[in-house]
C-alpha cells in the first residue's frame, strides 16, 4: 500500500470522527417541559421574552429573574448569573442555555436575536403609530 | 406629487452607477471570455468596460457618501447607520455597517486587485479577469434593489424612506414636507457596539482579505482553461500569501476588537462569525504551502487545485452563513435576512459548479506527480502540515454548520448514528452546549501537531534527509523547548498533559525557526520571511494557551447562591470600598461624565511589603450612554508585559433610579398600589389598610362662595405588621391652583414611607405609593475582573507573522522580477 493511501484513509478516519463528535456533541432544541423531565441536564431553548412579566436583577445576590415563554407557550421563571443582557427588552427572540431545576430554569448562556445590533429593523415613528421595517 | 427638500438627484446617480457597474462587470466578463477564447480584438473593449465598471464602483461609494455627508435621511441608509453628531471617522465606517455598504466595500477592494491584475498579469488577464468580471457581476447584483418576475434581485442602499415596501400608503408618505417632521432631522447613528476604532479598521481589512482570495482562484481557473496546469502557481504565489496575510491580520483584529473593546472577555470565542472567517484562512495557507512544494518538487498538483477552490468557495459559504440569518439563533453577532438568500445560494453554487467541472473536465491531463515522495522530507512534511489544516478548517466548518444541517432536516440521519453511540434521538440539532470546548477539543490536537510541523520542517531539506543529520541539527532548539517548557510548566503549576505538549510545540515552533534562521541561513534578511512569519504563528499560540488556561477571573463573587449554581464571576462594589481582588486591593472612586461616557474610576492598589498600600494603576471602564440602542459598557484593560488587567461594568444604577432615590431623602423600592376604602394591599411584608378619607379642612382654603380655592384630601390608613402590631398613617394629598402636593406620611419605627398619589374621582380609587427607607445604601456598581497572563505573545506573535509574510512576498516578487 502507498504511503499517500494510508494518510487518505488517515485523513478520511479523522473527518469522519469530526462528524460523529459534533453529532454526539450536538444539543437540541426542546421546550421547557422537557427540560422539566430531566432536571439537571443541558438543554437549549428558544423562547422569547415574557415583556409583562417582572424582571428584576439583584445586585446583592448577582441574579437576573425574567420570564420566558418558549416556542409551544410555556412560561417559565428563569434566573440568569449575570446581570441583565443589553437590549434585553428589545429582543424578539432568545436562546437559553442551561438546565431545568425544581422551581426555575436556570440559564448560563444567553444569546439575543435583537433588532437592534447589526442590521436592525427600522422604526420610524409618526404620532401614535409605530411602524416597522 | 412634489416632496419638499428632497435630494433624490444623488440617490438616482448612484443606483444608476449600480446599474452601470453591473451592465460593465457582465460585459467585461463576455469580452474577457472572447479575448481569452483566442478572439484578441475584444480586449480593448474587456478593458475598457472593467474601467468603466470601476469608475461606477468608485462613483456608487462617492454618492453614497454624498448622501451621508449631508445628512440626507430620506434615505433609508443614512437615517438607518448615520447621525448628525457622528464624528467624520464613524460618518466614514458607517458605510460597512449595512450589509450593502459591506458588499459594496468588497467590490471595491476587488475592483482595485482587477486593475492590478489588469496592469501585471499579462498573457493572464484574459482568462483571470473573466473570473474577476463574473464575480464583480454577482456582488454588485446585490445591490441591484429591483425586482425581477417577483424575485427580490439585490438590495440597494439608495432606496428612500418613503419608497419601502412596508411604509408604502401610510400618512406620511402622501405628506409634501415630511422631512420636517421630527423623526427625520436626525438618524438612528452607529450602534454604540461598533463605536470604536476597530470599527474603523477591521472590516476594510477583513474584506481586502476577502477579495484578495479570488486572485489564486482565477489564476487557477485560468491554468485549466489554457491547459497551463502548472504555470499558474508562480504568479498566484505572492498573491496567496498577500491573502494570508491580510485575512489573518483581519482575523487577529477581529480577536483584538472583541478583547478590547467588546465584553466577551476573551479574544476568541468559537462564534461562528468568527468560524466563518477563520475556515477559508486555513485552506488558503494549507493551499499556499501546496504551492510552495509544487515549485520546488512537482507534487501534489491535484490537492493545490482542490484547495485553492476550497478557499474561495468558504469565502462564499462563509458570506452566505452571515448574511443569510441561518445562525441567528446561535450567533451572538445577529443578522437580518435580507431576502437575498437565493441569490447567495445561487452565486456559491455557481462556482462551486464552474471549478468542478473544470476540474473533472481536465482531471486526466493534469500532470501526475513524478514517483513517491520520501519520508524524512521538507515537502513530505508540509502536505502533511497542510492537510492537517484541511481537517482542521472541515471541522470548523462542519460544526459551524449546525443551524444549516437543522434547517435542512438532517436530523433523521443524525439519529440512527447516535443511536449506535446509544445516544438519546434529538428532535432538531442545535450547535453544542458548550462550543468551546466542543472545539478545542478538536483544534488543540490539531495546533498541536502543526506547531511541531513548523519547528521541525524548517530544517528539512526537499527531496530527502538522513535523519542523523536531521536530529543532529534540530537538537539545540529540541533541548531548549524542553527545558523552557519544563520551567513555564512548573512555574505556572500546569498540570494538563495536552496543554503541556502544546506548550512543548509552540516553543519549538518559536525557538526552532530562530534557530534556524540565525545559524542555517546566518541570518540573512532574504530568508527572513518565512521565519519570522513562523516564530510569529507560533508566539501566536504560545500566547493563546498561556492566557487561556493561566486566566484569572479575580472579581468571582462567593455569595452562596444555591447548589450547582455556576459561581458568579461579578462582584458588587460600594463607593470608596476597598476590596481585595486576586493580588489587587481595588477600590471604586466616583465616576464622572463626559460628553456620552459615564466613566467609572477604578484605582487598583498593591500590598508593599512594609503592608501598605499603594496604588498601582487606574482603569477607567465606561458605560456609553445611547438613547437610540440602549447602553453599552465599555471595558477597559491595564497592559504590563506580562500580563492584561481587564475591568468591565457589568452593572451601574441608571441615572434615573439613583436620582429618585436621592430626591426621596432615601426612601426607595418604590411600589404603586391603588386601592378603595376597606381594601389591604401587602407590602414589604405589612399590610396596609386604608380605613377612611376625609377633607383635611385645616389645609383647605375656600372663597368667599364657599367654593374650593385648595382642597386637601387626607387618607387614614394602617399599617400592620405580620404580629399584628397596627402603625397609624395619614397621607394628604392637596391640590391648589399651584399644582398638586404630596405630605407624605412616615412611619419610622419600621422606616416606611406612603404617599397619597392621586385620587380617582370616578371609581373613588387613591392610589399610593409605598417606600422603604434605603438611605444607608451606598452607590454601587457590579464589575468583572480578569486577569490575562501572557498574552502581549499573542499580539506580539500577530505583528510578526503579519511582518513576515509581507517579507516573503517581498522576497517572491524580487525573485521573479
Known sequence: ?133 | MEYINEHTLPGQIGQLAIVISFVTALLAAFSYYMTASGREQWKSLARGSFYVHVAAVVGIIAALYYIMFNHYYEYQYVWQHTANELPIYYMISSLWEGQEGSFLLWIFFQAILGVIIVRTAKKWEAPSMTMFALVQGFLTSMLLGVYIFGAKVGSTPFILIRELPEYINLPFTKMPNYLEMEQFQNGRGLNPLLQNYWMVIHPPTLFLGFASVLVPFAFSIAGLWYKKYTEWIKPALPWTFFGIGVLGLGILMGGAWAYEALSFGGFWAWDPVENAVLVPWLTLVAAGHLMLIYKARKTNLKTTYALVFISFILILYSTFLTRSGVLGDSSVHSFVDLGLNGQLLLYLFFFIGLSLFLFFYRYKNLPKSSGEEKFWSREFFMFIGALVLTISSFQVTFSTSIPVLNSLNVVEFINPIRGWFSMEPLENIAPPIDPIDHYNSWQLPFALVITFLIGITQFMKYKNNDTAELVKKILLSLIISVVLTGLIAWGSQMDNRLYILMLFTSLFAIIGNGDYWLRMVKGKYNFAGSSIAHIGFGLIMLGALISNTNKEVISKNDTYIAEGFPANENILMELNDTLQMGRYNVVWNGESREGHHRKFHMDYYKQKSNGELEKVFELEPYIQMNETFGNVAEPSTKHFLTHDIYTHITYAEPDEVREKREANEGYGREADVEMSVNDTAVYAQHFIILDSLSIASELSRFDANGNPMSIAVKAHMRVVNVAGQAYPAEPIYFVEDAGVKHIDADIEDIQMRIRFEDVDSQTGKISLKAYQYVGDEEDFIVMKAIIFPYINLLWLGSILMVIGTVLAIRHRIRKSA
Do not use: W
Not at chain 1, 494518510?7 to 453529532?23: K, Q, R, W
Not at chain 1, 448577582?62 to 429582543?91: M, W
Open chain 1, 1 to 133: 500500500m502507498k504511503k499517500t493511501h494510508i494518510i487518505l484513509i488517515l485523513i478520511i478516519a479523522l473527518g469522519i470522527g469530526a462528524v460523529i463528535s459534533t453529532i454526539g456533541d450536538a444539543s437540541t432544541y426542546v421546550s421547557f417541559d422537557k427540560a422539566d423531565k430531566n432536571p439537571g441536564k443541558q438543554y437549549t431553548v428558544i423562547g422569547y421574552l415574557d415583556k409583562e412579566a417582572e424582571r428584576n436583577y439583584d445586585p446583592r445576590s448577582g441574579l437576573f429573574t425574567f420570564t420566558a415563554i418558549d416556542k409551544d407557550g410555556e412560561k417559565r421563571v428563569v434566573v440568569y448569573n449575570e446581570p441583565e443582557p443589553q437590549d434585553f427588552e428589545r429582543s424578539e427572540e432568545i436562546t437559553l442555555k442551561g438546565y431545568a431545576n425544581d422551581s426555575v430554569f436556570v440559564a448560563e448562556q444567553i444569546l439575543m436575536k435583537c433588532p437592534s445590533k447589526y442590521n436592525e429593523n427600522n422604526q420610524v415613528e409618526e404620532g401614535d403609530n409605530v411602524y416597522y421595517e
